[in-house]
């Protein structure tokens, strides 16, 4: 019988030959990008989506044999994701597309030669991985954001999801291992105090604590839940909206993507939109084989969106200027 140790080596050999056998590049002397993401899911694949766009729209595709994609998804898994890197760097890849915040993170860890184009990433200094200076990495590029699009989106529960008690009480989950969801969560804390709500938070450390977290939140007696960004929430979003909605409890988000998939509203980034912008930094990249003139930016495009069956379920009327998704 194999011992567990050699059981690991053995998968461990496996997910590396995966990695090195499939899909090799087909059209030659196309150039190669990998896009790495760092877990399945449907409202951050949208990204992924826009960034292939903005890169056919501006003459690079596999179907024209003018672009070669090494795609990879981590499935959450951590070794995983940084296998998925170094392989890309083996492969002398052009560039890396990261999706979402982790997978930067992780092209960031392991090279500091290769253009990173991210997205669904925060700003580099909420990434905490800024130098001494202040100074992004000299190879980092694409879109990120700002936190400060979350209070437009967190203000909209104390005017659309009426209080049970005096003070509003707002459920909020967050991940204690992601900077950016630490910081989320110790703005909207500030924020609800300001508004007079009671943030009623619980804190996460992997997609497995999620029903059992949200069914201890739900029990705390709570007007609304609020979906905040991080990699947890949206990898378990429809086990959140699912409890929610059953407890009668409306969710409110800052991302668009999670509209769609139930939460009331929101005011945020398209995924899709966000992904294209990265795209077409990218684009501009692989016409003239340099990076001069580029730099990270921040999303462009926000929106605010709203899902009518979500609305009509909790008897919420949203402000104009919010279109249906």
């Known amino acids: 019988m194999r011992s567990l140790q050699g059981i690991r080596s ?11 056998t499939a899909c090799a590049p087909a059209n030659e002397g ?24 903005a890169l056919n729209d501006n003459g690079f595709s596999e179907a024209d044999k003018t672009l070669n994609v090494l795609y990879r998804n981590a499935q959450g898994d ?16 052009s560039l890396i597309a990261s999706s979402p915040s982790l997978s930067t993170i992780t092209a960031l860890q392991n090279t500091k030669d290769i253009p990173i184009f991210m997205m669904v990433s925060p700003t580099p200094e909420l990434m905490n991985v800024t130098d001494a200076q202040g100074n992004a ?24 999801a009426p209080a049970k008690g005096e003070r509003q009480r707002v459920g909020l989950l967050y991940n204690q291992s992601e900077p950016q969801s630490v910081d989320a969560y110790q703005r909207l804390q500030e924020l609800a105090d300001s508004l007079g709500i009671t943030l009623v938070s619980r804190p996460v450390n992997s997609t497995a ?24 929430v949206f990898g378990s979003f429809e086990t959140i909206i699912k409890a929610c909605n059953e407890a009668g409890v409306p969710v409110f988000t800052s991302e668009a993507g999670l509209v769609a ?21 990218a684009a501009q990249f692989l016409k003239t084989n340099s990076t001069e003139g580029l730099h990270w930016e921040m999303v462009k495009l926000r929106k605010r969106v709203y899902n009518p069956a ?16």
Do not use: H, M
Request: proline fraction near 5%; aromatic fraction near 12%; hydrophobic fraction near 50%.
């Open 78 to 93: 951590i070794p995983t994701l940084t296998q998925i890197v170094r392989y890309f760097i083996s492969q002398k890849v």
């Open 209 to 232: 604590d999620v029903q059992l977290v949200t069914g201890a939140l739900l029990n705390e007696n709570i007007d609304a839940f609020f979906a905040n960004p991080d990699n947890t």
């Open 261 to 281: 998939r139930g939460a009331v509203a929101a005011y945020g980034a398209g995924l899709y939109e966000w992904g294209y912008q990265a795209g077409e930094q």
């Open 310 to 325: 979500a609305a009509k379920r909790f008897g919420i009327s949203v402000p104009a200027g919010y279109e249906p998704i």
């Open 30 to 53: 196309a150039p190669t990008i990998g896009f790495v993401d760092a877990f399945e899911d449907s409202t951050i694949e949208q990204a992924k989506d826009g960034f292939l766009a």
């Open 10 to 20: 053995w998968l461990c050999g496996l997910s590396l030959l995966a990695l090195a």
């Open 137 to 160: 990495p000299a190879n980092l590029f694409g879109v990120a954001e700002t936190l400060a699009y979350i209070d437009t989106s967190f203000a909209l529960i104390p005017r659309l």
